[in-house]
């Protein structure tokens, strides 16, 4: 079995369905935790969400580890 995987390697070129796929949430909800609005593509890389919205990829690591068990 693989190690779960860690919030704190989530980069910023990966995609929100990426990372949603990755750590077993969903979509909305990683959003709604981490503040950002929803409706976002889910397809564009972390950074470039981040970058348009004025906010840190950061807050999409620190909502999954309030998610993540």
């Given at each position: 079995?693989?190690?779960?995987?860690?919030?704190?390697?989530?980069?910023?070129?990966?995609?929100?369905?990426?990372?949603?796929?990755l750590f077993g949430v969903e979509e909305e909800?990683?959003?709604?935790?981490?503040?950002?609005?929803?409706?976002?593509?889910?397809?564009?890389?972390?950074?470039?969400?981040?970058?348009?919205?004025?906010?840190?990829?950061?807050?999409?690591?620190?909502?999954?580890?309030?998610?993540?068990?």
């Amino acid at each position: 079995k693989s190690p779960p995987p860690n919030p704190d390697e989530v980069r910023g070129t990966q995609t929100l369905r990426e990372v949603a796929t990755l750590f077993g949430v969903e979509e909305e909800a990683l959003l709604a935790e981490a503040g950002w609005p929803s409706g976002v593509s889910s397809d564009v890389p972390l950074k470039g969400l981040a970058v348009s919205l004025g906010a840190e990829v950061q807050a999409i690591r620190e909502a999954l580890k309030r998610l993540v068990p």
